[in-house]
Structure formats: C-alpha cells, structure tokens
C-alpha cells in the first residue's frame, strides 16, 4: 500500500531539508539522535530557524569548563545550574531526560538549558 504524501507535506519537507543543507554542515553528527532532527523539524517549520546543539569538546559547555568555574568561585548558583543542565541536555539530547536526572520539571530544565546556551553564544 503506497501512502500519499499531501502537497503541504512535501513542501514542508522541501522547506527544512533545504534549510537543513544551507545552515548544517553535511556531516553534521545529530548529538540528540532522531530527538533532536525532531526538535530541528519542528523549530524550522515553527520559527523558520533552528540552533543546532553545542559541541561539548569545542566549547566552553565542557565538564572541564565548569570544573574550573567552579574552583575559580566564578559562578552564580543560577548560572551553577544552567551550566549542568547544559551539560546533561547535551549528553541526553532531551528536556525530558535532562529535567527526569536533575529532578527538575521539563519546562525549567528547558529554560535552564537555554539560558546557559544562548549567554554561551
């Protein structure tokens, strides 16, 4: 049995796999699993736009990072919990996972996870 894909579909898939070439390199890894091509179709399509998720060995997202803010006393407790939510969002790919191990309720951990990535940039 063949399924019939409707015109808006395809448009609709035309619109992020173009986005998708012109913004992502080509061997872009997809940390978050199909979790997070899910959250990459939806924000293009939702708000024409997508940030891909940060490189932890690249970045100052890193175990390491904290580790040293930590000892260098250069964090706030807010700024403390964003950049450990970052971190476990990074590893898990998900708000749900991230928000079920620290315990947290998805939208904070989302937030949180957000704030510590957009002052990142």
Known sequence: MRRVVSDDAERTLAEV????????????????????????????????SYQPMADPAKDHTSAATLLQSIENRSLAADELVSHYAALVYLKTGSYEETARRLKLDRRTAKSKVEKFLSSAT
Do not use: H, M, S
């Open 17 to 48: 796999e173009e986005w998708v070439k012109a913004k992502l390199p080509a061997n872009y890894p997809w940390r978050g699993n199909y979790r997070e091509l899910e959250q990459c179709v939806r924000n293009i399509v939702i708000r024409r």
